[in-house]
């Protein structure tokens, strides 16, 4: 019959995680560490937002690059996290535990919003195994001619995304870009299931139907 571990095994864990310093630990201790006590202490939590910061940014970027409120955002999602990372059950997670909430967040705001000024920036896509659309970054250093043809699809992607529904644009990045699954999305969103691959499909659709066009004019 199994023995339930004694108390203070774990207490002694809880203790040797606090006594290392936040920036020798790996991902997953800091993560505990954060979890350990009431709030995370001031040096592990600068620690883990010095690590992740850069997510949340990328994040926000791609879901609403010409916010200029997007620096308030971010800070908004550490409050949350500061607040609520005891809650996570899964450490290994945490990544995309910090995603969907950079994600909540930006929907919340979006509902607030009567309309987004301009369209999401994407990276041009490319085709993967399963027939679906995925999401690279440029070269940083392109060759003149790359340059030029690369600047030239960014517009014609820009304008595909631009007549995109909002509620299209939305949802294919929380697919395409943050990976989400079909029931996450679904709710994030607040729609069906059905409704969310729906409205992924018909992104999809036109934006392929958009670029092609613009392909076969080259």
């Known amino acids: 019959m199994s023995q339930a571990l004694p108390a203070s095994w774990s207490t002694e864990a809880d203790s040797a995680l606090t006594n290392v310093q936040p920036e020798k630990l790996s991902n997953y201790d800091l993560i505990l560490q954060c979890q350990t006590g009431m709030r995370p202490s001031r040096n592990a939590f600068a620690e883990l937002l010095r690590r992740y910061q850069s997510h949340v940014e990328k994040v926000l970027y791609h879901l609403a690059p010409d916010w200029s409120d997007r620096a308030d955002l971010a800070q908004e999602v550490w409050i949350r996290v500061y607040r609520n990372v005891r809650r996570l059950q899964e450490p290994a997670k945490f990544r995309g535990w910090l995603s969907r909430i950079a994600t909540n967040l930006f929907y919340d705001e979006l509902r607030k919003r009567k309309r987004v000024n301009s369209p999401l920036s994407l990276d041009a896509p490319r085709s993967v195994d399963d027939g679906e659309m995925d999401w690279e970054i440029a070269s940083d250093d392109p060759g003149p001619t ?5 600047h030239e699809f960014y517009d ?7 007549d995109l529904p909002e509620v299209f644009r939305t949802t294919i990045v929380l697919r395409e ?42």
């Open 177 to 218: 870009i943050e990976g989400m699954a079909y029931e996450e999305i679904a709710e994030i969103t607040g729609v069906s299931l059905g409704t969310v691959k729906s409205r992924i499909a018909r992104a999809r659709q036109r934006l392929q139907s958009q670029l092609q066009n613009y392909l076969d004019g080259q």
């Open 156 to 162: 014609q992607l820009r304008e595909a995304i631009a």
């Open 146 to 150: 790359e340059e030029l043809m690369t």
